[in-house]
């Protein structure tokens, strides 16, 4: 079946940039998302690209897409202590309608 | 604003008590959702429903039913508790363009 796959964990200092990375295994996905959770709350998107996209990029968030490799990264810039949350890749099959999710990885921002 | 909400935002019930969690949309989606949310596990999708009187399982709908008589509401019931259903539950609803889904600020269920 259709499945979705992320690192728990990512550890980054406070002013790096983040790199966050996920494969996919549906090649007919239409649109690929990254939301984001803080603690004790839903998810709120962050961003999404379409499948014939290579790159997204708005402000300090980049989202690039290998479809050949069936792979989507998410590289934030500045990592400020307010981006640690978990981040969600989810992939939105044609085939069936539903959006896959990833694990989450948590994304930890030291000072 | 339109908004999603959840209710109650936590419960604790004992095993076999029927609980009902409930889940309001005034985006006027055709499109709901309800996910659980366990560590290690992500989110994993356990009944949905693309319109009013239609419903669909998941991948994890074993133990839960959902009922759909309007487009705001979609609640989700678990007929008989279990420890294994304690988790946080994430009710989405979904703009049918885009794919983009909203969801709920989650519902803490304890089960003992």
């Known amino acids: 079946g259709e499945d979705v796959e992320q690192s728990l964990f990512l550890s980054v200092r406070e002013g790096d940039s983040s790199v966050i990375n996920c494969t996919y295994t549906?090649?007919?996905?239409?649109?690929l998302y990254w939301y984001k959770q803080e603690p004790g709350a839903g998810l709120q998107l962050l961003t999404y690209?379409?499948?014939?996209?290579d790159m997204k990029q708005d402000q300090r968030l980049t989202v690039l897409l290998n479809k050949k490799d069936k792979h989507l990264s998410l590289r934030i810039a500045d990592t400020q202590t307010g981006d640690s949350a978990i981040y969600f890749c989810?992939?939105?099959?044609?085939?069936?309608?539903?959006?896959?999710f990833g694990q989450g990885t948590t994304l930890q921002v030291k000072p | 604003d339109a908004e999603i909400t959840q209710s109650p935002r936590h419960k604790i019930t004992e095993t076999g008590r029927q609980v009902t969690l409930a889940c309001h949309q005034t985006w006027n989606h055709n499109n709901m959702f309800w996910y659980r949310q366990d560590l290690g596990h992500g989110l994993r999708l356990i009944h949905y429903s693309y319109g009013v009187h239609d419903t669909n399982k998941g991948e994890v709908s074993d133990g839960y039913s959902v009922s759909r008589s309007n487009t705001e509401d979609l609640p989700l019931t678990l007929e008989s508790a279990a420890s294994s259903q304690t988790s946080v539950y994430f009710c989405?609803?979904?703009?049918?363009?885009?794919?983009?889904?909203?969801f709920g600020e989650g519902s803490r269920l304890t089960v003992l």
């Open positions: 989405a609803s979904s703009d049918t363009n885009t794919g983009e889904l909203f």
């Open positions: 690209i379409f499948s014939n996209m």
């Open positions: 549906d090649s007919s996905s239409t649109y």
């Open positions: 989810a992939v939105l099959s044609s085939n069936t309608g539903k959006l896959i």
